[in-house]
């Protein structure tokens, strides 16, 4: 499994919101090009890039910050945040991102989904995010009535690569992940799935690679110290088990 830091940008600078809410933001850097670029040093793969103001806004808003933080990294990097356009998904692509993550998008306008996975494939990335199991759009502000496995399962059928599932509720709580969600999910989708939202442990880490995921994306964990990066990645490697005939 793939532990995969998070950096979040809001006003060009690297923060975490609880539960996703712009009024309980904490500021972990000034400079988020710098903060990539110790996770690379860390040791990540991949770096889990998202726009905030992007998500809330429906449009790229963070462009030239993340275009910089792509160049400066030698690692691969996804990047999602209001990309629920043509010209914002090859944005982020001719940028050199290796993925880009549709969210509001993937779920709205199921043409551009379709376009998009048609001409960029693998590189595009379906992101579900969840309140107590049902999907939640725009920047986590309005709930739909379609349940997320339901729709992940939908949607691999018609072409979707790869998913990114966030229990939004567990999000920068450090509360753990709903296990139970979790399983629901991969039992739902045959195609690799990323789980993100309330990573507080470890053992947390090691529990989500037995269940399958491909990966794991962690925020407030990691800035907060309450994960040790380089830890969790020797924890990982000595508990790897075939994860579900995926390669990443």
């Known amino acids: 499994m793939e532990i995969v830091p998070a ?9 975490r919101l609880y539960q996703g809410d712009f009024q309980r933001e904490t500021v972990f850097g000034h400079d988020p090009v710098a903060v990539a670029r110790s996770w690379q040093e860390a040791g990540a793969a991949r770096l ?9 806004e429906g449009r790229p808003a963070n462009a030239q910050v993340i275009r910089h933080l792509i160049e400066a990294l030698a690692i691969p990097v996804q990047v999602g945040g209001g990309l629920r356009d043509r010209q914002s998904i090859e944005l982020y692509l001719e940028a050199g991102a290796d993925r880009v993550v549709l969210g509001t998008a993937a779920v709205k306008d199921r043409s551009l989904l ?5 001409e960029h494939g693998v590189h595009i990335v379906v992101a ?9 759009i725009e920047g986590w502000r309005e709930e739909t009535p379609l349940a997320a496995a339901e729709l992940m399962s939908e949607l691999a059928a018609e072409g979707a690569p790869r998913f990114i599932y966030t229990d939004a509720l567990r999000d920068g709580t450090l509360q753990g992940p709903d296990f139970a969600a979790v399983e629901t999910v991969l039992a739902r989708v045959s195609v ?8 507080s442990s470890i053992a947390d880490l090691v529990r989500l690679a037995s269940l399958g995921v491909e990966g794991a994306i962690i925020g407030q964990a990691l800035y907060t110290g309450a994960v040790d990066f380089q830890e969790a990645l020797k924890e990982i490697s000595r508990a790897a088990r075939p994860e579900r005939g995926f390669s990443v």
């Open 114 to 118: 379709a376009q998009a996975i048609a």
């Open 48 to 56: 889990h890039v998202v726009d905030l103001d992007g998500a809330r």
């Open 128 to 136: 579900i995010d969840a309140r107590v199991g049902m999907v939640a």
């Open 7 to 15: 950096v979040d940008i809001r006003g060009g600078r690297c923060v």
């Open 192 to 199: 690799p799935v990323i789980y993100a939202g309330g990573v």
